[in-house]
């Protein structure tokens, strides 16, 4: 006969095993409770299956609180009250945990500060609580009880951390999968899509449709942090997973070091022979090399958060029925490089701060005011108000976000650095030219000492410094600067990064202002050139330079100025 508590709590378990994989995300050695490298070894196998551990995980931890809320269970159905109603608790204890899930602050929280993450959790208790009708309030607080218990329990930066007890649960979800294989590869952890936000958009629509009509897609969704791009890309992995495809894998790309983990790690789930123990290069190789040769089924790969296109260079996997989808919020390069795009919720400027101004709400209510994350949403609401010329907003944030970095992380720490330069930029944008280039040549000393002379933060602000002289006409510094800066860019990025095209286009101007007007348009030309075939026609970078180009010509040539051959207006 089935278990009719197993049904009920099972929702509370797959619960649990979100918020235990999401604040993995967040753990380190630092904060894991005894032998840290067996844990990471435990997480990295629940991190490999993907998918089809979460339901089996979820299926173990549901039978443990069904077993320890038995004896409340029938006791309640005793007093005549029926499976509806303590359903209804069941959903509200959901709830507290769905709660924890999906937010940064709170996942972060929970394995770096166990403390007050029991404080919050224990108010959200309490407001749940009041739902409640007081009969049913035995049940609620022993399924509470027992879940909170289990979580404790398996979760390695509990200070109630149970090692076995994870071992147990690992070792039993093993052999369930091991008799239940099936032929499709579920890798990753892909976000959970968030019902409460996420509704279905035109987007959604042109994705699908995409990926359904071509067999070897190549697509990027771009657009800002929190446009929910990254919830489409998953809400399309989840949905290629239900109609069985043979393959879907999320590989983080936050960093190419990432995107060489996670490849190499899916290799070990498919058939590639492994015998002669190779290298992690290797291992990419042979995955790249089995994608191209296998047979043409339906197969989905998602790199998320790609920060540089350059990143995944040589990383891509082509074949027949493979589709490829990327996120990011650089938008730079794709084209160029054959990728088809959508670009995902572009907010205005004004929605841009209201959701800044929520994120840093949000943030001080739950980290406190001088939290790194905290910070750094000060930082980027800052950023909103000065791209909308709310300067003066921008720059009294900004002088904020300085003196607090300085306070609580030091006076050379990166995102100190990074506050003393964003300052330096906005007295820039409102003509305090003396102001910025002081702290905009403070900084150049600082990361020079602190990043090192190659550091592309480094070349970043002696760029900065260098559009800040010509702003006040020191011309022959300005170009002094940007040759040499040329130079270091070329040797260190590369002479098609993004960042050698902006320099280029920068001492084009400077040229231009100091008269030197046919070096200026020669370089402008040339720098066109290569914009177009490294950015593509349509990017702001070629366009600015275009127009640059265009302006030094009439100035060269003049409409009013007699005609060399015909002497004619």
Same mark, same amino acid.
């Given at each position: 006969?089935?278990?009719?508590?197993?049904?009920?709590?099972?929702?509370?378990?797959?619960?649990?095993?979100?918020?235990?994989?999401?604040?993995?995300?967040?753990?380190?050695?630092?904060?894991?409770?005894?032998?840290?490298?067996?844990?990471?070894?435990?997480?990295?196998?629940?991190?490999?299956?993907?998918?089809?551990?979460?339901?089996?995980?979820?299926?173990?931890?549901?039978?443990?609180?069904?077993?320890?809320?038995?004896?409340?269970?029938?006791?309640?159905?005793?007093?005549?009250?029926?499976?509806?109603?303590?359903?209804?608790?069941?959903?509200?204890?959901?709830?507290?945990?769905?709660?924890?899930?999906?937010?940064?602050?709170?996942?972060?929280?929970?394995?770096?500060?166990?403390?007050?993450?029991?404080?919050?959790?224990?108010?959200?208790?309490?407001?749940?609580?009041?739902?409640?009708?007081?009969?049913?309030?035995?049940?609620?607080?022993?399924?509470?009880?027992?879940?909170?218990?289990?979580?404790?329990?398996?979760?390695?930066?509990?200070?109630?951390?149970?090692?076995?007890?994870?071992?147990?649960?690992?070792?039993?979800?093993?052999?369930?999968?091991?008799?239940?294989?099936?032929?499709?590869?579920?890798?990753?952890?892909?976000?959970?899509?968030?019902?409460?936000?996420?509704?279905?958009?035109?987007?959604?629509?042109?994705?699908?449709?995409?990926?359904?009509?071509?067999?070897?897609?190549?697509?990027?969704?771009?657009?800002?942090?929190?446009?929910?791009?990254?919830?489409?890309?998953?809400?399309?992995?989840?949905?290629?997973?239900?109609?069985?495809?043979?393959?879907?894998?999320?590989?983080?790309?936050?960093?190419?070091?990432?995107?060489?983990?996670?490849?190499?790690?899916?290799?070990?789930?498919?058939?590639?022979?492994?015998?002669?123990?190779?290298?992690?290069?290797?291992?990419?190789?042979?995955?790249?090399?089995?994608?191209?040769?296998?047979?043409?089924?339906?197969?989905?790969?998602?790199?998320?958060?790609?920060?540089?296109?350059?990143?995944?260079?040589?990383?891509?996997?082509?074949?027949?029925?493979?589709?490829?989808?990327?996120?990011?919020?650089?938008?730079?390069?794709?084209?160029?490089?054959?990728?088809?795009?959508?670009?995902?919720?572009?907010?205005?400027?004004?929605?841009?701060?209201?959701?800044?101004?929520?994120?840093?709400?949000?943030?001080?209510?739950?980290?406190?005011?001088?939290?790194?994350?905290?910070?750094?949403?000060?930082?980027?609401?800052?950023?909103?108000?000065?791209?909308? /010329? #709310?300067?003066? +907003?921008? %720059? @009294? $944030?900004?002088?904020?976000?300085? &003196?607090?970095?300085?306070?609580? !992380? *030091?006076? =050379?720490?990166?995102?100190?650095?990074?506050?003393?330069?964003?300052?330096?930029?906005?007295?820039?944008?409102? /003509? #305090?030219?003396? +102001?910025? %280039? @002081? $702290?905009?040549?403070?900084?150049? &000393?600082?990361?020079?000492?602190? !990043? *090192?002379? =190659?550091?592309?933060?480094?070349?970043?602000?002696?760029?900065?410094?260098?559009?800040?002289?010509?702003?006040? /006409? #020191?011309?022959? +510094?300005? %170009?002094?600067?940007?040759?040499?800066?040329?130079?270091?860019?070329?040797?260190? !990025? *590369?002479? =098609?990064?993004?960042?050698?095209?902006?320099?280029?286009?920068?001492?084009?101007?400077?040229?231009?202002?100091? /008269? #030197?007007?046919? +070096?200026? %348009?020669?370089?402008?030309?040339?720098?066109?050139?290569?914009?177009?075939?490294? !950015? *593509?026609?349509?990017?702001?970078?070629?366009?600015?330079?275009?127009?640059?180009?265009?302006?030094?010509?009439?100035?060269?040539?003049?409409?009013?100025?007699?005609?060399?051959?015909?002497?004619?207006?």
């Amino acid at each position: 006969m089935a278990d009719p508590l197993f049904p009920m709590t099972l929702g509370v378990g797959a619960s649990l095993v979100k918020v235990l994989l999401q604040a993995n995300g967040y753990a380190t050695e630092a904060n894991s409770v005894g032998v840290a490298k067996e844990v990471y070894g435990i997480l990295s196998w629940w991190k490999i299956r993907g998918g089809d551990a979460d339901d089996q995980l979820a299926k173990q931890i549901a039978e443990v609180l069904a077993d320890k809320t038995r004896g409340m269970y029938e006791e309640c159905r005793a007093q005549g009250i029926d499976e509806e109603q303590l359903g209804g608790v069941v959903t509200e204890v959901e709830i507290i945990f769905n709660k924890v899930v999906g937010n940064d602050e709170l996942l972060f929280l929970a394995v770096n500060d166990p403390d007050s993450f029991s404080e919050v959790l224990q108010g959200d208790i309490g407001q749940r609580r009041k739902n409640i009708e007081s009969r049913l309030e035995p049940y609620f607080d022993k399924l509470v009880e027992a879940a909170v218990d289990e979580y404790v329990k398996l979760a390695p930066w509990s200070p109630k951390f149970q090692i076995e007890a994870l071992k147990d649960l690992t070792n039993k979800v093993a052999e369930i999968l091991k008799n239940t294989a099936k032929e499709s590869v579920i890798f990753g952890r892909r976000p959970d899509i968030a019902d409460s936000y996420y509704i279905e958009r035109e987007e959604q629509v042109r994705l699908y449709n995409r990926v359904k009509k071509d067999p070897r897609l190549r697509l990027v969704l771009v657009g800002m942090h929190g446009c929910g791009k990254s919830q489409l890309a998953s809400d399309l992995a989840q949905q290629c997973e239900k109609q069985g495809w043979s393959l879907v894998a999320w590989i983080n790309a936050a960093s190419r070091e990432s995107v060489q983990s996670d490849l190499a790690e899916l290799a070990q789930l498919l058939p590639i022979d492994r015998s002669d123990e190779p290298t992690q290069d290797q291992l990419i190789n042979r995955c790249l090399d089995y994608f191209k040769s296998a047979n043409a089924t339906d197969r989905l790969i998602v790199f998320d958060n790609v920060e540089d296109i350059n990143d995944l260079t040589g990383l891509v996997p082509r074949g027949d029925g493979l589709r490829v989808v990327a996120t990011t919020t650089n938008e730079y390069g794709w084209k160029n490089q054959s990728w088809d795009q959508i670009k995902i919720g572009v907010f205005s400027r004004e929605d841009s701060i209201e959701f800044y101004e929520q994120m840093l709400a949000e943030r001080e209510w739950v980290l406190g005011p001088d939290h790194p994350y905290t910070l750094t949403a000060r930082n980027n609401l800052a950023g909103a108000y000065k791209s909308a /010329g #709310r300067f003066g +907003e921008a %720059i @009294e $944030l900004y002088e904020q976000v300085l &003196a607090e970095r300085e306070r609580v !992380l *030091g006076p =050379d720490h990166p995102d100190t650095l990074n506050a003393r330069s964003n300052l330096a930029g906005a007295y820039d944008s409102v /003509g #305090r030219f003396g +102001e910025a %280039i @002081e $702290l905009f040549e403070q900084v150049l &000393a600082e990361r020079e000492r602190v !990043l *090192g002379p =190659d550091h592309p933060d480094t070349l970043t602000v002696r760029d900065n410094l260098a559009v800040a002289y010509d702003s006040v /006409g #020191r011309l022959a +510094e300005v %170009i002094d600067a940007l040759e040499e800066l040329l130079l270091d860019c070329q040797r260190v !990025l *590369g002479a =098609d990064h993004p960042d050698t095209l902006n320099t280029r286009n920068n001492l084009a101007g400077a040229y231009e202002s100091a /008269g #030197r007007l046919a +070096e200026a %348009i020669d370089a402008w030309e040339e720098l066109l050139l290569d914009c177009q075939r490294v !950015l *593509g026609r349509e990017h702001p970078l070629t366009k600015r330079v275009e127009k640059n180009l265009e302006a030094a010509k009439r100035k060269m040539n003049p409409p009013d100025a007699l005609s060399p051959e015909t002497g004619e207006d």
